[in-house]
Every structure is written in C-alpha cells, then in structure tokens.
Nanobody, 125 residues
Framework: QVQVVESGGGLVQAGGSLRLSCSAS????????MGWFRQAPGKEREFVAA????????NYSNSVKGRFTISRDNAKNAAYLQMNSLKPEDTAVYYC??????????????????WGQGTQVTVSS
C-alpha cells in the first residue's frame, strides 16, 4: 500500500531544464528504491533513473546519463529528477514508481509495484 504522485512536467524548448518531483505515502517503510520511467506514444515504457533509498546509489539509462540527475529526500519520502539539456526525444509521460522489495532489478519495471499518475514532459525543437 504505497501511493505515488508526480508533478513538475511541462513544455520546454530543447536545451532547457525541468525538475520533476515525486512523493510517496502509505507503507513507505517498505520502499527499497524509487525510480523514474517514461513512455512516449507508440513506445513501451522505459527505465530512466533510479535511486536506492538507503545508500543513495543511482542508476541511469544510457540515453539520459550525464543530463539527468535523480535524488531523494527520505524524510519527505520524495524523489526528484533534474533534467538538463533536454532533447525532443525526451518527450514522454514520466512516471515515478516505488520498488517495495528485492524482486527485479532497479532498472526493470517488474519490481516496481506502486506507480504515479504520470506527468507530461514535452520538449520542442
């Protein structure tokens, strides 16, 4: 029973920045990691970034590494995604998700059991 809510999406020109926020509630004690995924129209949902709740270790997809930064505030049960140097191909609905256990890798959807409603990020060329 973990609820997740995202915010911070919007329209930005290529090269610009956005910061997404994610807040988890409910059984937050069970959360091992927080992750960000995205899905563009006609494409499958893909991994973007994740952060371990306890040790702060991060993972990034190759497509965003060096441009995006994930962070967390455990006191607030929150996670953030700072997106810089945005490209049109970053356009997608971005979802925050909570991973409650060790099943599945941090980069894989299968292990994440609580998902936010999604926030739209649109990058114009």
């Amino acid at each position: 029973q973990v609820q997740v809510v995202e915010s911070g999406g919007g329209l930005v020109q290529a090269g610009g920045s956005l910061r997404l926020s994610c807040s988890a509630s409910g059984r937050t004690f069970s959360i091992i990691a927080m992750g960000w995924f995205r899905q563009a129209p006609g494409k499958e949902r893909e991994f973007v970034a994740a952060i371990n709740r306890y040790n702060g270790i991060t993972n990034y997809s190759n497509s965003v590494k060096g441009r995006f930064t994930i962070s967390r505030d455990n006191a607030k049960n929150a996670a953030y995604l700072q997106m810089n140097s945005l490209k049109p191909e970053d356009t997608a609905v971005y979802y925050c998700a909570a991973k409650p256990g060790n099943y599945g890798a941090l980069t894989e959807i299968v292990g994440y059991r609580s998902w936010g409603q999604g926030t739209q990020v649109t990058v114009s060329s």
